[in-house]
């Protein structure tokens, strides 16, 4: 890349980045840490993968504040109007930059297909919950289908959940098709973005019910997996506390570019 290019790359990322802080798609933690990661994307990787990080990006920071109000009503919102911090921003692009880190090193499409992989992963596990909280009834826990939990539950899905799932999956193959990722035809592309996308949401909501922490506020009795609530320090119920939210997705990401990496290396 030359200096006029690097320039140019850097200023796309700055702009979009304040764009998505104007418009409080992120806070300025996740501000920070989306330029370094769509720095690295852009740079070390190539103009492709940048576009198909912005589509989940953009689409992610749409569906979040889709019926906040409601979202918010039922308890299930994401804090601060749904603006993303620094650690949610990490955790969903962790494992994208590492493959564009590997792929600036050795420019082979087995770091393009693990990127798929986790980006997908991550679409789909963040429309699933944030679609899937529109659901008009109590969801599923995904380990006992016969139990009803709370909208918003670590582990719960729904119909509606599972169809954004799919859709987030197909969302990111539509775009890399679109962009033209190189070496990829569309039934290839598809296949990677929706059964990666799929089975490592489908992970992140089994590590939710079974190892992800969940507690339950003191002042309110409602059952979060965030460590405060009311104000009020929350009591860990069930789950290990290192194993929050940001790092079950990170996990998830890491198993959905897995998978994504054997599905092209077998068809």
């Not at 006029?4 to 304040?18: R, Y």
């Not at 769509?38 to 990080?53: K, M, P, R, T, Y």
């Not at 380990?143 to 719960?156: A, F, H, I, R």
Request: some cysteine; proline content about 2%; overall charge positive.
């Amino acid at each position: 890349m030359n200096p006029f290019q690097l320039t140019t790359s850097i200023i796309v990322v700055v702009v979009l980045g304040v764009f998505s802080l104007k418009v409080r798609i992120v806070n300025i933690t996740g501000f920070i840490a989306a330029e370094i990661v769509g720095s690295i994307i852009l740079i070390l990787g190539n103009a492709e993968w940048f576009i198909v990080l912005l589509a989940f990006y953009f689409t992610a920071g749409l569906f979040t504040k889709y019926k906040y109000e409601y979202k918010k009503r039922i308890g299930a919102a994401e804090e601060k109007g749904g603006a993303r911090g620094w650690k949610n921003v990490v955790a969903n692009g962790l494992v994208a930059s590492l493959l564009a880190m590997g792929y600036g090193l050795v420019a082979s499409n087995i770091f393009s297909a693990g990127l798929l992989g986790a980006i997908s992963t991550s679409a789909a596990d963040t429309l699933a919950t944030e679609i899937g909280l529109l659901y008009p009834r109590q969801p599923r826990l995904i380990t006992n289908l016969n139990k009803n939990v709370e909208p918003g539950t670590s582990g719960g899905v729904s119909p509606l959940g599972e169809i954004a799932n799919l859709f987030g999956g197909t969302l990111i193959g539509l775009v890399a098709w679109i962009v033209g990722f190189s070496g990829f035809t569309l039934q290839k592309i598809l296949t990677i973005t929706i059964i990666s996308g799929f089975l490592g949401s489908t992970f992140d909501s089994l590590l939710g019910a079974w190892i992800q922490a969940t507690f339950r506020c003191p002042v309110c009795n409602k059952i979060t997996e965030k460590t405060t609530h009311c104000e009020k320090t929350c009591k860990l119920i069930k789950g290990n506390k290192i194993f929050d939210n940001n790092v079950v997705n990170t996990i998830s990401t890491i198993f959905g570019a897995t998978i994504a990496t054997m599905i092209f290396l077998t068809i």
